[in-house]
């Protein structure tokens, strides 16, 4: 799969990507990360990227004509079905393990970061297949959540954990086959010493009884969902999840 980010900042991204499972992926071949500066499709000599707001108001607004112009060298013969094309944003629908899953469908994905005060609308309406937040706060750039999103969309391309039951026993995994359940929280995780300040492991995980230890595993992760995020437990609502709106996908016009 191929991550593209268009940004403002591309020097932001050297850590994040160098870093464990997705910088290994990358070196591997598994996966690609291209980090596009939004300022190359400039023509001015100061490179303007921004511009005021119509109507008045504070701070500056991402000019549409960049990141168009950017998307289309990206994607010149774009195909919807395999290059997906989304806006960091925190009005959009709430990124989840679902979503990255669905993500996980295309072969290439355009991460759109905004700055400032936001960017033109007409990149959402008009550019951006779907809007992602990756949480109820204002960030000051998309650049944090575009690396959220690469992280979580990459590790599940097949190869990319080294042992693939990471992928599968993790919080939010489906309970019930692909789509079907909320997914519950992982189990707890205990390493060396047995006992640390007088706080011991269960006993369950020293005995070296295998089926003993699953059916502690799935009853610990109930009960830690339960405790933590009941509403993880509550029925999903089909209808509502039918509409395909619901799942952040945008009508264009
Ligand atoms: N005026 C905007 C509003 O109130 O919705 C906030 C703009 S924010 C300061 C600048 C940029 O940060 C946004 O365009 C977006 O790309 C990014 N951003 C902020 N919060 C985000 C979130 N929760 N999820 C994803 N991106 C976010």
């Given at each position: 799969m191929?991550?593209?980010?268009l940004t403002?900042?591309?020097?932001?991204?050297?850590?994040?990507?160098?870093?464990?499972?997705?910088?290994?992926?990358?070196?591997?071949g598994l996966?690609?990360?291209k980090?596009?500066n939004?300022?190359?499709?400039?023509?001015?000599?100061?490179?303007?990227v921004?511009?005021?707001?119509?109507?008045?108001?504070?701070?500056?607004?991402?000019?549409a004509?960049?990141?168009?112009?950017?998307?289309?060298?990206i994607?010149?013969?774009?195909?919807?079905?395999?290059?997906r094309?989304?806006?960091?944003?925190a009005?959009?629908?709430?990124f989840?393990?679902?979503?990255?899953?669905?993500?996980?469908?295309?072969?290439?994905?355009?991460?759109?970061c905004?700055?400032?005060e936001?960017?033109?609308e007409r990149?959402?309406?008009?550019?951006?297949?779907?809007?992602?937040?990756?949480?109820?706060?204002v960030?000051?750039?998309?650049?944090l959540?575009?690396a959220?999103?690469?992280?979580?969309?990459?590790?599940?391309?097949?190869g990319?954990?080294?042992n693939e039951?990471?992928?599968?026993?993790?919080?939010?995994?489906?309970?019930?086959?692909?789509?079907?359940?909320?997914?519950?929280?992982d189990c707890?995780?205990?390493?060396?010493?047995?006992?640390?300040?007088?706080?011991?492991?269960?006993d369950?995980l020293?005995?070296?009884n295998?089926?003993?230890?699953?059916?502690?595993?799935?009853?610990?992760?109930?009960?830690?969902?339960?405790?933590?995020?009941?509403?993880l437990?509550?029925?999903r609502?089909?209808?509502?999840?039918?509409?395909?709106?619901?799942?952040?996908?945008?009508?264009?016009g």
């Amino acid at each position: 799969m191929i991550f593209h980010v268009l940004t403002i900042f591309p020097e932001f991204f050297r850590g994040p990507f160098e870093h464990g499972v997705v910088a290994r992926a990358g070196q591997s071949g598994l996966l690609q990360i291209k980090v596009h500066n939004l300022r190359d499709w400039t023509y001015d000599f100061h490179k303007t990227v921004d511009d005021r707001p119509f109507g008045g108001g504070e701070g500056m607004v991402l000019k549409a004509q960049p990141i168009f112009e950017a998307a289309e060298s990206i994607f010149p013969q774009r195909d919807p079905a395999k290059q997906r094309i989304a806006l960091l944003s925190a009005q959009g629908p709430l990124f989840d393990q679902r979503a990255a899953r669905r993500l996980l469908e295309f072969e290439e994905l355009l991460l759109i970061c905004g700055r400032y005060e936001g960017v033109d609308e007409r990149v959402s309406r008009h550019l951006a297949d779907e809007e992602i937040s990756i949480g109820n706060y204002v960030l000051s750039g998309g650049e944090l959540a575009a690396a959220v999103v690469v992280d979580a969309v990459a590790r599940l391309i097949p190869g990319v954990l080294g042992n693939e039951d990471s992928s599968v026993q993790e919080s939010f995994t489906d309970l019930e086959g692909e789509g079907a359940g909320n997914g519950i929280l992982d189990c707890p995780h205990y390493t060396r010493p047995a006992v640390f300040r007088g706080w011991s492991v269960p006993d369950v995980l020293l005995g070296g009884n295998h089926a003993a230890i699953r059916k502690w595993r799935s009853e610990a992760a109930l009960e830690k969902t339960q405790r933590l995020r009941p509403e993880l437990l509550k029925p999903r609502n089909p209808a509502v999840e039918a509409d395909p709106e619901s799942q952040g996908v945008r009508k264009k016009g």
